[in-house]
């Protein structure tokens, strides 16, 4: 777990123009500190947060507590903890960052940003597992960058029936993690040798009506 950064503050500009009804479901998936479940119960949400981290799942019910706000906090692996439930909105912001890590799951702190060779080990699952407990009209909000691909997650999407789109993008330097793997990346192809900085994106997935 980390403290919230531009991801969170794009995904939550996303969530300022969703047309949020009172009461209406909302799901905080991967929600670390908090900050995007306390933000969606702020607009009248009905929160529900989930993570995979005892230190996350406890940060999020402490700042629940002090900003008086009822978020119900879950721990578990992405949707594991409601797949008996559904939502009008599932906010996501997950790992992505590409990690050399040879096959082997992130472990520690790293499980905040790592994820596999092509920064999708848990995008593509979200992308999978997300559109069934959405309900019709639902819409689904990920932030990743632009190094994940995001054509392939708006194809994902497709595929599952969704209307998917990239609605947010911002550029940003590089942060400590992408510096210190900058050469591997351009090894890789996935940045080119002047790029010293990254691309963040929304992508605002809808379930039709």
């Not at 950064?5 to 908090?34: H, I, R, W």
């Not at 507590?65 to 439930?85: K, M, Q």
């Not at 790992?95 to 790592?114: F, H």
């Not at 309900?135 to 999407?157: C, E, F, I, K, N």
Request: proline share 8%.
């Amino acid at each position: 777990m980390y403290a919230p950064q531009e991801d969170t503050d794009l995904l939550a500009g996303a969530l300022s123009e969703e047309p949020l009804v009172p009461g209406a479901d909302v799901l905080d998936v991967g929600s670390g500190s908090g900050a995007l479940a306390l933000e969606a119960a702020r607009h009248g949400g009905r929160v529900t947060a989930v993570d995979v981290s005892w230190r996350a799942v406890c940060a999020t019910r402490c700042n629940a507590w002090r900003a008086r706000l009822p978020v119900r906090v879950r721990h578990g692996s992405l949707f594991e903890p409601v797949r008996d439930l559904s939502f009008d909105l599932i906010l996501a912001n997950p790992p992505y960052v590409p990690a050399p890590s040879g096959g082997r799951a992130p472990r520690g702190p790293a499980r905040a940003w790592d994820a596999g060779g092509d920064g999708r080990l848990v995008v593509d699952r979200i992308c999978r597992e997300a559109p069934a407990l959405l309900r019709p009209g639902g819409v689904l909000l990920m932030v990743h960058s632009a190094l994940s691909d995001p054509d392939r997650t708006l194809a994902h999407l497709r595929t599952t029936g969704l209307k998917a789109a990239v609605t947010r993008r911002r550029r940003i330097p590089f942060g400590p993690v992408l510096r210190s793997r900058a050469d591997w990346l351009r090894e890789r192809g996935l940045l080119s040798a002047g790029e010293n900085d990254e691309e963040l994106v929304v992508v605002r997935a809808e379930l039709p009506c």
